[in-house]
Structure formats: structure tokens, C-alpha cells
């Protein structure tokens, strides 16, 4: 008998990183089936290699030609790993596409990392998939009670964790030198004077401390997008810096599993990478210095004790969590994914699944609905659109998108030209 078959749709690296390591943990044992999707990030072979997951079967496509993709409506479970939006489209769209049919997926959702900002928003195009993942009892609680509060079930949320939390417990080592990663984000900080500023501070750090490794941990090649747009690389700013690079001072890439496993200090403004080095028990700091913001997402931090400035990590600081705010977070816990592999089977154990239908529909919410669908290629009754979005069109938006791909090569050759040597020379890449 064929094993049973997880289907995962990403659009980014980072949601694939999600998706395919949540297959893994609420499907042992499952085929693992991965649908990229064509988009401005759709991941590129260095970043899947990077993140070091590796599916069943493989393909790339456009949203809308899912609902007529037979071996996707024959999986056992889909995880959607994409934006609210597109969650949305798609549980409108397959939802009409599988009504009728004997056997649908289970559908799953959730979030990449914590949920900081827009959580209505983001929620309510969620909802009217047969699990929601809230990564801690914190999530669980306020996304079950937003819920039953508009009529979508709250049972549907299943408290787990992020499913990258894991990898050995830190323990500090005289055979290498003490060792701190700065853990990189796309867009924060985002102007450039401010990230030359961050890696301005970084370097000092390391020459202060001539005696500790000082990493950049990168996370993508100048023009290979993210989840997020990177607008100013720290691979060119490094040209920028008043003094030359020290040579403790070094920019990298690979798995963050594999950084984290050499690291005695992770620093960041907000990246999930802190909740990682949490997880493992390495000191951890959340940087002050562009201040406690919701903009950059480290005011979910404030409780946590690791809210830190480089003056502070340059006189020694080493944070650590606070033992209470970190068990709400879903740190420490032993099988998180326990209840979500409950679900699945009462899902399944139940017969039939009914029509999906997310909670906005044509009749309650008709216009926002229709613009999410069309951005994602469907049309309102769930079927592609005949000319999607961006093709097509007019001879002055092929013009724009000749410009776009013309900037596209100049970006990777900025890379070929000028980053990779740089990195080659430091013996970083």
C-alpha cells in the first residue's frame, strides 16, 4: 500500500522552511509533496538546499492552476505554507473545486513565525480551514476567542509550537571561540542608514573583542527574494563601513540550525531565530537601539527579559528568557505537535470532511474577497481567471515588466561582480 501523501504550498523559502518541517511533525511517515508557487519569491534552488528539507515530488505553478490539479485534491493533508490572502483564495477556490468529491484533503494553516502585528487581519482569511496552528497557549488563546466570537470554530485552532524549535541544548565550549551571530532580517531594520549603522555596530563589537567570532548570519543572495524585500543587502553595505572589516567579523550563510549549533550569543531585532536560540538555552538579545517598536516587531520581546543594546552586549551582557514568558511562547515544550496529530486522526476518524468555506464569502464580504482572488489568478467562482494578473495587458505593462526583468539581471550581476568576491575573499560563502 502507497504511503499516505502531505501536500505543502509555498511561495517563499521561509514558508517552505514552516510548511515542510510542520509536515514532518503532524505526518511522520507521509510522502512529502511540495507546490512552490510562482511569485516574486518563489524559492530558489540555494535556498531549498539551504534550509535542507528535501520533498517526494516537486513542482512550480500558479495558484490557480491548483484546482484542477488532480494529485493534490488525491493528498491526505494540505498545509497551505502562504500569505493570509492567498489562504483565502485558496480555501475559496478548492473549496468549490473538491464540493461533491468523496475524499478532500485536510486542510492546515498557520503562521511562519510570532504574530505581532495584524492578527485579526490575518486570521480571518484563515479561517474555514480544518486547522489553524497557533504556536503557543498565548496564540491559541486570542486566535480560539476572535473565533467563536464571529461563528468560525474555535476547535479548529490546535495550540503546537514552531516546528523549527529543536536542535542540541547550548553548551559552551573552550575549543572554539566564544562565537556571536546576528541573526539578519530582510526588512528590519529597513533603511539603509540604519542597517549600515547595525553593521557598523556589529564590527565595533568585534573589535572590542578581538578574542570572539562576530557572524552575520545572511539570508539570501543579493537578487534572490524572501518572504520579505531586502532593499540594501549588508554583502554591499560591508563596502560601505568607515573602517575596514575586522577580520573576526565575518558575513555567512547555511542552515541556522547548523550557525545556532556554534553559537554562544544570538543577537537580533526580531527574527524567529531568537525564539530558536531560546529553545536550545543560548543567551539571546533583542536589540534597543532603533528602539522597542511595533514596527519592528520587538515589543513582542518586552516581557521577555532579552531586551538588549550593543552598549549593554559590549560590557558583557548574555539575556536570558524569562522562564514564564518563554513556556507561553511554546519554548521547552517536549511533543508540541501532539494535538494537531489528535486532530488530524478525530478529522479523518469523522467520515466525510465538509465543503471548505472560509468566513469571507461573496455574500459577506464580496468586494475584499474578489480582490484577493483576483490577485492570486481566480476569478469569484473560484476558477483561473482567463488573462491572471500581470500577464498579458497592454504594451506599456509589458514595457514596465521588461524594465523589472532588465533590473532583475542587473541585481545578480551586482552579485556575481561585486558580493561574491567579497565573500570568496573573506571565506565566508
Not at 464580496?366 to 498579458?392: H, Q, V, W
Request: proline residues 7%.
Amino acid at each position: 500500500m502507497p504511503p499516505r501523501r502531505i501536500a505543502v504550498l509555498a511561495d517563499s523559502d521561509t514558508r517552505w522552511k514552516w510548511g515542510a518541517s510542520v509536515a514532518q511533525q503532524i505526518a511522520p511517515g507521509h510522502a512529502l509533496d511540495a507546490y512552490f508557487l510562482r511569485g516574486r519569491s518563489t524559492p530558489t534552488e540555494r535556498q531549498l538546499a539551504e534550509i535542507g528539507i528535501e520533498p517526494d515530488t516537486a513542482r512550480e505553478l500558479p495558484a490557480a492552476e491548483l484546482v484542477d490539479n488532480t494529485d493534490l485534491a488525491d493528498a491526505d493533508i494540505v498545509v497551505m505554507a502562504v500569505s493570509g490572502g492567498t489562504v483565502l483564495a485558496l480555501t475559496h477556490s478548492l473549496g468549490l473545486a473538491w464540493a461533491g468529491r468523496e475524499h478532500r484533503p485536510i486542510t492546515v494553516t498557520g503562521y511562519v513565525g510570532v504574530v505581532y502585528e495584524k492578527m485579526i487581519d490575518g486570521l480571518m482569511t484563515r479561517g474555514g480551514t480544518d486547522i489553524v496552528l497557533a504556536n503557543s497557549t498565548y496564540d491559541a488563546d486570542r486566535f480560539g476567542a476572535a473565533f467563536a466570537s464571529v461563528g468560525i470554530d474555535p476547535d479548529s485552532v490546535v495550540e503546537c509550537a514552531l516546528p523549527f524549535l529543536g536542535g542540541e541544548p547550548y553548551r559552551p565550549s573552550a575549543e572554539r571561540p566564544f562565537t556571536l551571530t546576528f541573526a539578519v532580517q530582510p526588512s528590519v531594520p529597513k533603511s539603509k542608514q540604519d542597517r549600515l549603522r547595525l553593521l557598523e555596530r556589529a564590527a565595533g563589537h568585534a573589535r572590542r573583542h578581538p578574542d570572539r567570532q562576530v557572524l552575520m548570519k545572511l539570508r539570501s543572495l543579493p537578487g534572490e527574494h524572501t518572504t520579505h524585500v531586502e532593499a540594501d543587502p549588508y554583502q554591499l553595505l560591508v563596502d560601505s563601513l568607515a573602517e575596514p572589516a575586522p577580520a573576526n567579523l565575518q558575513l555567512v550563510y547555511g542552515n541556522m540550525g547548523e550557525v545556532l549549533d556554534r553559537t554562544d550569543l544570538l543577537v537580533t531585532v526580531s527574527s524567529t531565530a531568537a525564539l530558536e536560540s531560546m529553545q536550545r538555552g543560548i543567551p539571546t538579545a533583542i536589540l534597543t537601539d532603533f528602539g522597542v517598536r511595533e514596527a519592528h516587531g520587538n515589543h513582542y520581546f518586552v516581557h521577555s527579559g532579552c531586551l538588549a543594546s550593543w552598549d549593554e552586549l559590549d560590557a558583557g551582557a548574555l539575556p536570558l528568557p524569562d522562564p514564564a514568558w518563554a513556556d507561553a511562547q511554546g519554548i521547552g515544550k517536549s511533543d508540541p505537535y501532539a494535538a494537531a496529530r489528535t486532530r488530524v486522526a478525530a478529522l479523518r476518524a469523522a467520515g466525510p470532511l465538509p465543503t471548505l468555506r472560509p468566513y469571507y464569502t461573496p455574500e459577506r464580504a464580496g468586494i475584499y474577497l474578489g480582490g484577493l482572488l483576483a490577485r492570486n489568478g481566480f476569478d469569484e467562482k473560484g476558477r483561473p481567471l482567463a488573462t491572471p494578473l500581470g500577464t498579458g495587458g497592454s504594451g506599456l505593462k509589458r514595457a514596465v515588466r521588461g524594465v523589472a526583468r532588465r533590473g532583475a539581471k542587473a541585481v545578480y550581476r551586482v552579485g556575481y561582480q561585486r558580493v561574491a568576491p567579497t565573500l570568496r575573499k573573506w571565506g565566508a560563502v
